[in-house]
C-alpha cells in the first residue's frame, strides 16, 4: 500500500500559522481545536492516516449524492406537483446498478482494508517485549529481559513536577505527563502484551496506531516500531471507571546508544536512569519532534 504524506496549506491566514507553528513543536501530544489525526510516528499509523484518506474519496461524493437525491425527491415529488402519486412497482436497470455498483465500492475498499489488517497483525520479530498492566487508575511495566525492569506510571502530579524536573508544560502537559515514561529505542520492533489487574482498561498510543484493550485474565498482543525520536503520549480509552480520565501513557523513544544506558541503570535505580535519560535529551531533538517532520 502506497503511503501518502499529505501537507496541509493554512488557509485562514496568521492566525492559523501561529496556531500550527506553536502546536508542530510537540506534535507528538493533542493540540488545542485539532480535528484531524495526530502526526504518524510508525509506518502502520502512515498506513491507517492513508486508508482514512483513501476511503474519504468514496465517502464524501457518496453523501453528497444521498443528500442530492433526498432534496431533489423531496422537490421534484412533492404534492403540489405531482397530484397523481407515480405507480411505479420496479426499475430493472436501476435495481442492477445499486446492487452492483455498492459491490464494487466494496470490492475497492476491502482490499486495502484486508492489507492494512495483515499489516497490523503481521509484526517483525520484536528487539523488546514490554507487559503492560492496567490498574485503578495507572500502568504498571515491565521489561521481559534477562535482568527485568518493572515500574508504575502514575500521572504527573503539579507538586511532584519541581522534584521531577519536568516544570515545563509544553513538553510534560496536564494529564498527559507521567512520572515513568516508557522508554524504548527508535527503529525497533516492541512487542507489547496487554492485560489488566481488575476491570478493562485500553492502551493507546495515536501517533503509533495502537489501541489495544486490557482485559482481566488475558493477555492480548500489539505491536509499534516507531520511527522517530519523541515523547509520545496516550491515555486508557475505556471507561474504567472515575479517575478514567486520569491514566496517562506516555513513551519515550530514543536512540539505541541511549536506551541501552537507560536500561543498564533502571534495574538498580529507576529514577537516576530517569533523570540522566531526561537530562540527556532535552533540549536537543528527541523531544522536539515536528522538526523532524512528524
Known amino acids: 500500500m502506497d503511503k501518502i504524506v499529505a501537507t496541509t496549506k493554512g488557509a485562514f491566514g496568521g492566525a492559523l500559522a501561529v496556531l500550527w507553528t506553536t502546536g508542530a513543536a510537540f506534535a507528538d501530544q493533542p493540540r488545542p481545536w485539532e480535528w484531524r489525526f495526530q502526526d504518524a510516528a510508525t509506518g502502520i499509523a502512515e498506513q491507517i492516516h492513508w486508508f482514512e484518506r483513501y476511503t474519504l474519496w468514496f465517502i464524501i461524493p457518496i453523501t453528497l449524492l444521498v443528500l442530492f437525491l433526498l432534496l431533489w425527491v423531496v422537490f ?16 430493472t436497470a436501476i435495481e442492477v446498478i445499486w446492487t452492483i455498483g455498492p459491490v464494487i465500492i466494496l470490492l475497492f475498499l476491502a482490499v486495502p482494508s484486508f492489507q492494512l489488517l495483515t499489516a497490523q497483525y503481521s509484526p517483525e520479530d520484536p528487539t523488546l517485549t514490554v507487559k503492560a498492566t492496567g490498574y485503578q487508575w495507572y500502568w504498571g511495566y515491565e521489561y521481559q529481559i534477562d535482568n527485568p525492569v518493572s515500574f508504575d506510571a502514575l500521572l504527573l502530579k503539579d507538586s511532584d513536577r519541581a522534584a521531577a524536573g519536568k516544570e515545563d508544560r509544553a513538553r510534560y502537559p496536564r494529564l498527559l505527563a507521567v512520572d515513568n515514561e516508557v522508554v524504548v529505542p527508535v527503529g525497533e520492533t516492541v512487542r507489547l502484551l496487554v492485560t489488566a489487574a481488575d476491570v478493562i482498561h485500553s492502551w493507546t498510543i495515536p501517533a503509533f496506531g495502537v489501541k489495544m484493550d486490557a482485559v482481566p485474565g488475558r493477555i492480548n498482543e500489539a505491536w509499534f516500531k516507531a520511527d522517530k525520536e519523541g515523547l509520545y503520549y496516550g491515555q486508557c480509552s475505556e471507561l474504567c471507571g472515575k479517575d478514567h480520565g486520569f491514566m496517562p501513557i506516555a513513551v519515550r523513544v530514543v536512540s539505541k546508544e541511549q536506551y541501552q544506558t537507560w536500561i543498564a541503570a533502571a534495574g538498580s535505580d529507576l529514577n537516576g536512569a530517569n533523570k540522566a535519560l531526561q537530562a540527556t535529551v532535552e533540549g536537543g531533538a528527541n523531544d522536539k519532534v515536528a522538526a523532524a517532520g512528524l
Open 76 to 91: 421534484r415529488f412533492r404534492a403540489s406537483a405531482n397530484p397523481e402519486p407515480s405507480k411505479t412497482s420496479h426499475n
